[in-house]
Nanobody
């Protein structure tokens, strides 16, 4: 089973940038789609971005379009580049894997999750 570990979170000022990383434990990662989700205190977990197994499809939530980008390598890493951060981006960010390989916004399709990394945007 694929296992995922996020890193790169932290405290950043509004307008700043962060790059989150998601490391997978097995090469089966290559056949999985990777999604990024986030959960703010008192709110449901929500979709942020996803990338399919070959990097050819990358849907984004409307709230992050034009500010966030997603990428992956062909080893075991996926990334979420976050620019022009806003206080409302504050949340725990999770990466997740969908064995179908197709990028989707549907949280139910993701069967493996990381432990999350905290992102705080504040002055």
């Amino acid at each position: 089973q694929v296992q995922l570990v996020e890193s790169g979170g932290g405290l950043v000022q509004p307008g700043g940038s962060l790059r989150l990383s998601c490391a997978a434990s097995r090469r089966t990662f290559l056949t999985h789609a990777i999604g990024w989700f986030r959960q703010a205190p008192g709110k449901e977990r929500e979709f942020v971005a996803a990338i399919n197994y070959n990097g050819g499809s990358t849907p984004f939530a409307d709230s992050v379009k034009g500010r966030f980008s997603i990428s992956r390598d062909y080893a075991n890493m996926a990334y979420l580049e976050m620019d022009s951060l806003k206080p409302e981006d504050t949340a725990v960010y999770y990466c997740a894997a969908d064995p179908s390989g197709e990028a989707t916004t549907d949280i139910r399709r993701y069967s493996t999750w990381g432990q999350g990394t905290q992102v705080t945007v504040s002055s």
